[in-house]
């Protein structure tokens, strides 16, 4: 089989969510799910109609996955052992170092100064 590339990925829903373009339009792709080495249940794939060796990948992301940290999930094919994809859901404390988080920080200091810096010019006018 060759080698599968990845297009399209998505996490909607709870829903990941991805296309699969394979060279070689024979055959099922035989691809898995792992968080921790655990097999995740529920992946599917499925040909879509009218573009061939095009395959819809989807995977219901279980809520055991969901935590505070950093959680990984590896999509596998099992044909070449290739990782085809690299879910990583971010929560809880890990954020707060986040320079997202430190972004949004400053433009909301930012907001506040602003206004502050506006009700002088108009009290001192």
Same mark, same amino acid.
């Given at each position: 089989?060759?080698?599968?590339?990845?297009?399209?990925?998505?996490?909607r829903?709870?829903?990941?969510?991805?296309?699969?373009?394979?060279?070689?339009?024979?055959?099922?792709?035989?691809?898995?799910?792992? !968080?921790?080495?655990?097999?995740?249940?529920?992946?599917?794939?499925?040909?879509?109609?009218?573009?061939?060796?095009?395959?819809?990948?989807r995977?219901?992301i279980?809520?055991s996955?969901?935590?505070?940290?950093?959680?990984?999930?590896?999509?596998?094919?099992?044909?070449?052992?290739?990782?085809?994809?690299?879910?990583?859901?971010?929560?809880?404390?890990?954020?707060a170092?986040?320079i997202?988080?430190?972004?949004?920080?400053?433009?909301?200091?930012?907001?506040?100064?602003?206004?502050?810096?506006?009700? !002088?010019?108009?009290?001192?006018?």
């Amino acid at each position: 089989m060759a080698e599968p590339h990845l297009t399209n990925a998505r996490i909607r829903e709870g829903v990941w969510e991805a296309q699969v373009a394979l060279d070689d339009a024979n055959g099922l792709p035989d691809f898995g799910a792992y !968080h921790l080495e655990a097999a995740l249940p529920d992946l599917s794939v499925a040909p879509i109609d009218g573009a061939p060796g095009q395959w819809s990948v989807r995977l219901p992301i279980p809520a055991s996955v969901i935590g505070d940290g950093v959680n990984t999930i590896l999509v596998k094919d099992h044909g070449s052992g290739e990782t085809l994809a690299n879910i990583a859901l971010v929560a809880g404390e890990p954020l707060a170092e986040d320079i997202r988080a430190e972004v949004d920080l400053l433009r909301a200091e930012l907001d506040m100064l602003k206004r502050a810096f506006r009700r !002088h010019c108009l009290e001192s006018s």
